[in-house]
């Protein structure tokens, strides 16, 4: 099969989406499918073999990040195209445009090599934007990865905004109804948890039949335990913490608690202190500066190693569609101390392979990680547990399996109505 992937930004480094698409595009292609992927910035670097088509993007964020790079144009009148100045400015006032002009754009990009090579299927991976549609009205078929609703992450930044302001701020930002209805005009849905599954049908009235729960996959060869020397009660967190759906804050308040029972030290995986506002503003205020190191970006064995060398990992999210950090660390050998936050359940087993507490409650976090700390054998249990339930469970090839079957259902309609939805297995 010929399959187009959509990725409104495709970087490894901007989040699990990014995952998701590096390594789910690698095992189609190794399953013999072609593979194009039209992407915003940052660019993805994806596989060899596997075609990547960049488009531009205008938006206000990314003249924050590469401001050379965005106003070094060889026409400088792109700046007033009414889509290109629309995107800048609806950025710059704080609303999340990128997957609505993302879509827009990339119709011409897909027309352009649909003419040249007829596409069997289109993927889009999150974005839903309204531009989706064009495409479809192309007559190729065209199914979605929704990894979780953008409704639940508004729901938890507007729960932690600290005035009115920042409130109607987090409100605006997300294009939660232009993906509602989006969502519900496409051939299929792909989530990749049943808690996933459960928040579409419920935030985007998609019924559960248009759907398939398809686990992600962890690449086992390269998360997996090292020989490193274990840093002494050393806790490690991966995540953005600036989203407040990943519960940082909590994680924080919960090292206040046990800022005088317990000689911890937190290994803070996320962007640069200096590009950071929450966590150093909460680590001020709580007198825990000295306990926290922050690595800022780091690659993907330098990540490996991290997590070996640590005595635990933790992932408070509020919410998770499926908890890449979890897995990950499962997959080196470590315990986890994550909350019951949407499909976290579904990774980490309780008392098994970590503990699972409620979400937002940083006692009930604190009292778990200090248990875990004192029992150096329950550790090494729970870590072994878990790097094998990852190798039974959560693997890639068998993702591309899976999703190569929702494929061909969409594009044998006769196949697909006599078809019952796949299980995750």
Same mark, same amino acid.
């Given at each position: 099969?010929?399959?187009?992937?959509?990725?409104?930004?495709?970087?490894?480094?901007?989040?699990?989406?990014?995952?998701?698409?590096?390594?789910?595009?690698?095992?189609?292609?190794?399953?013999?499918?072609?593979?194009?992927?039209?992407?915003?910035?940052?660019?993805?670097?994806?596989?060899?073999?596997?075609?990547?088509?960049?488009?531009?993007?205008?938006?206000?964020?990314?003249?924050?990040?590469?401001?050379?790079?965005?106003?070094?144009?060889?026409?400088?009148?792109?700046?007033?195209?009414?889509?290109?100045? $629309?995107?800048?400015?609806?950025?710059?006032?704080?609303?999340?445009?990128?997957?609505?002009?993302?879509?827009?754009?990339?119709?011409?990009?897909?027309?352009?090599?649909?003419?040249?090579?007829?596409?069997?299927?289109?993927?889009?991976?999150?974005?839903?934007?309204?531009?989706?549609?064009?495409?479809?009205?192309?007559?190729?078929?065209?199914?979605?990865?929704?990894?979780?609703?953008?409704?639940?992450?508004?729901?938890?930044?507007?729960?932690?905004?600290?005035?009115?302001?920042?409130?109607?701020?987090?409100?605006?930002?997300?294009?939660?109804?232009?993906?509602? $209805?989006?969502?519900?005009?496409?051939?299929?849905?792909?989530?990749?948890?049943?808690?996933?599954?459960?928040?579409?049908?419920?935030?985007?009235?998609?019924?559960?039949?248009?759907?398939?729960?398809?686990?992600?996959?962890?690449?086992?060869?390269?998360?997996?335990?090292?020989?490193?020397?274990?840093?002494?009660?050393?806790?490690?967190?991966?995540?953005? !913490?600036?989203?407040?759906?990943?519960?940082?804050?909590? @994680?924080?308040?919960?090292?206040?608690?046990?800022?005088? !029972?317990?000689?911890?030290?937190?290994?803070?995986?996320?962007?640069?202190?200096?590009?950071?506002?929450?966590?150093?503003?909460?680590?001020?205020?709580?007198?825990?500066?000295?306990?926290?190191?922050?690595?800022?970006?780091?690659?993907?064995?330098?990540?490996?190693?991290?997590?070996?060398?640590?005595?635990?990992?933790?992932?408070?999210?509020?919410?998770?569609?499926?908890?890449?950090?979890?897995?990950?660390?499962?997959?080196?050998?470590?315990?986890?101390?994550?909350?019951?936050?949407?499909? @976290?359940?579904?990774?980490?087993?309780?008392?098994?392979?970590?503990?699972?507490?409620?979400?937002?409650?940083?006692?009930?976090?604190?009292?778990?990680?200090?248990?875990?700390?004192?029992?150096?054998?329950?550790?090494?249990?729970?870590?072994?547990?878990?790097?094998?339930?990852?190798?039974?469970?959560?693997?890639?090839?068998?993702?591309?399996?899976?999703?190569?079957?929702?494929?061909?259902?969409?594009?044998?309609?006769?196949?697909?109505?006599?078809?019952?939805?796949?299980?995750?297995?």
């Amino acid at each position: 099969m010929n399959i187009c992937f959509l990725m409104y930004h495709g970087s490894m480094y901007s989040g699990g989406q990014g995952i998701y698409l590096y390594y789910l595009t690698r095992e189609l292609m190794r399953l013999g499918h072609e593979v194009h992927v039209i992407a915003g910035p940052p660019y993805p670097i994806m596989d060899e073999g596997v075609q990547v088509h960049r488009l531009e993007s205008f938006s206000w964020f990314r003249f924050v990040e590469a401001r050379r790079e965005f106003l070094d144009r060889p026409n400088p009148l792109q700046f007033f195209y009414p889509l290109n100045l $629309f995107e800048f400015a609806s950025t710059r006032a704080g609303i999340f445009s990128l997957m609505f002009t993302f879509s827009l754009r990339a119709v011409a990009k897909f027309q352009e090599l649909h003419r040249r090579h007829p596409f069997d299927i289109v993927h889009d991976n999150q974005g839903l934007g309204i531009g989706l549609l064009l495409i479809k009205s192309c007559g190729v078929p065209m199914v979605a990865t929704i990894h979780h609703p953008l409704s639940i992450d508004v729901r938890n930044a507007v729960a932690q905004a600290t005035g009115p302001i920042e409130k109607a701020r987090r409100l605006i930002y997300y294009p939660i109804f232009m993906q509602e $209805f989006v969502a519900r005009r496409l051939d299929r849905i792909i989530t990749v948890s049943e808690a996933s599954a459960r928040m579409v049908e419920l935030a985007f009235a998609v019924p559960r039949q248009q759907m398939d729960v398809i686990y992600n996959g962890i690449d086992t060869d390269v998360f997996r335990p090292l020989r490193v020397a274990k840093q002494p009660n050393d806790i490690i967190y991966v995540s953005n !913490s600036e989203d407040r759906n990943k519960g940082a804050l909590y @994680l924080l308040q919960a090292l206040r608690y046990l800022r005088d !029972s317990t000689d911890y030290r937190l290994t803070f995986v996320d962007r640069p202190r200096q590009q950071l506002k929450l966590a150093p503003r909460l680590l001020r205020r709580y007198g825990l500066s000295t306990r926290v190191r922050f690595t800022g970006r780091v690659t993907t064995p330098q990540l490996v190693r991290h997590y070996c060398r640590a005595q635990m990992s933790v992932c408070p999210s509020l919410y998770e569609g499926f908890g890449l950090p979890a897995a990950e660390a499962m997959a080196c050998g470590l315990p986890v101390v994550t909350t019951t936050g949407g499909a @976290l359940p579904e990774v980490v087993e309780d008392g098994v392979t970590g503990i699972l507490v409620p979400p937002a409650d940083a006692r009930a976090l604190a009292e778990a990680m200090d248990n875990l700390m004192r029992d150096a054998p329950l550790r090494q249990r729970m870590g072994q547990a878990g790097r094998q339930r990852i190798l039974e469970k959560f693997n890639w090839r068998k993702a591309a399996l899976q999703t190569e079957a929702v494929y061909q259902r969409v594009c044998e309609p006769s196949l697909s109505a006599a078809s019952a939805p796949l299980a995750a297995s």
